[in-house]
């Protein structure tokens, strides 16, 4: 009855060391800066087509890892997202065509187009896994995206939307303290609106609703961010 006392006890042991050995190497505190592409889709709400710029960005990351299952990681992003909205539906454009008229073809009309920066600050959860010299990780988390037009434009605003994030990538560990991030980041926001009310020069002879822009439904849109880095690791 001792021996067998003893050899759970000594197993208990071996297993709480290792345990303990193995959360000891997975903890990782770093930071990361990186260089990504913004990749934007386009949406269509109440008869404006909306896109945003395709276009570089860079990427602060300060990241802990306690464990594969948990690690938590803040972030800063800043990027250009300039935006062009264009109506697409007919009967913002012109008038109805009379019956048995020659009308001209109906085109696209561009409404207007705003030149801007977007910053995001996001919290993520980290899940992560050690082989090697490559950590492999996933996150997932949400913060605040802010739309500033540039350029001291006229007849534009601010617009601060919610955003979700989630990604996937690789750390590669070149030395002790440094090593390369590899991930691509996805954000899921709804679709800012950074012209303001009443000043669209291209309406001047159209029949479009000047309130048509500022008070179409917001839909969701996402934005693929590729990115590459260098983290040090303290």
Same mark, same amino acid.
């Given at each position: 009855?001792k021996k067998?006392?003893?050899?759970?006890?000594?197993?208990?042991?071996?297993?709480?060391f290792w345990?303990?050995t193995?959360a *000891?190497a997975?903890?990782?505190?770093?930071i990361?800066?990186?260089f990504?592409?913004t990749?934007?889709?386009?949406t269509?709400?109440?008869g404006?087509a909306?896109?945003?710029s +395709?276009s570089?960005?860079a990427?602060?990351?300060l990241?802990?890892?306690?464990?594969?299952?948990?690690?938590?990681?803040?972030s $800063?992003?800043?990027?250009?997202?300039?935006?062009?909205y264009?109506?697409?539906?007919?009967?913002l454009l012109y008038?109805?065509c #009379?019956?048995?008229?020659n009308?001209?073809?109906?085109?696209?009309?561009?409404?207007?187009?705003?030149?801007?920066?977007a910053?995001?600050i996001t919290g993520d959860?980290?899940?992560? @896994?050690?082989?090697r010299?490559f950590?492999?990780?996933?996150?997932?988390?949400?913060? =605040?995206?802010l739309?500033?037009p540039?350029?001291?434009?006229?007849?534009?605003?601010?617009?601060?939307?919610?955003t979700?994030?989630f990604g996937?990538? =690789? +750390?590669?560990?070149?030395s002790k303290? =440094?090593?390369?991030?590899? *991930?691509?980041?996805?954000a899921?926001?709804?679709? #800012?609106i950074?012209?303001?009310v009443? *000043?669209?020069p291209?309406?001047?002879?159209?029949a479009?609703?000047?309130s048509?822009?500022?008070?179409?439904?917001?839909? $969701?849109t996402?934005t *693929?961010?590729?990115a =590459?880095?260098i983290?040090? @690791?303290f």
């Amino acid at each position: 009855m001792k021996k067998r006392w003893l050899y759970f006890t000594c197993l208990f042991a071996g297993a709480t060391f290792w345990n303990h050995t193995t959360a *000891q190497a997975q903890k990782q505190t770093d930071i990361a800066g990186s260089f990504y592409g913004t990749f934007n889709a386009s949406t269509t709400s109440g008869g404006v087509a909306q896109s945003a710029s +395709d276009s570089a960005g860079a990427l602060l990351e300060l990241r802990h890892i306690v464990s594969p299952w948990i690690g938590f990681e803040a972030s $800063y992003s800043y990027n250009r997202a300039n935006q062009a909205y264009v109506t697409t539906s007919a009967h913002l454009l012109y008038p109805p065509c #009379p019956i048995l008229s020659n009308c001209a073809p109906i085109k696209e009309q561009p409404i207007a187009a705003v030149s801007a920066n977007a910053h995001a600050i996001t919290g993520d959860w980290v899940f992560s @896994r050690k082989m090697r010299n490559f950590r492999l990780f996933a996150l997932a988390g949400g913060g =605040l995206l802010l739309f500033i037009p540039s350029g001291g434009q006229s007849a534009t605003q601010n617009a601060a939307e919610f955003t979700l994030i989630f990604g996937a990538g =690789l +750390d590669w560990q070149l030395s002790k303290h =440094l090593g390369l991030r590899l *991930q691509d980041r996805e954000a899921i926001y709804k679709t #800012p609106i950074l012209a303001s009310v009443g *000043q669209y020069p291209n309406l001047a002879d159209s029949a479009f609703p000047a309130s048509a822009l500022w008070n179409q439904p917001q839909v $969701y849109t996402h934005t *693929q961010e590729p990115a =590459l880095g260098i983290y040090y @690791r303290f």
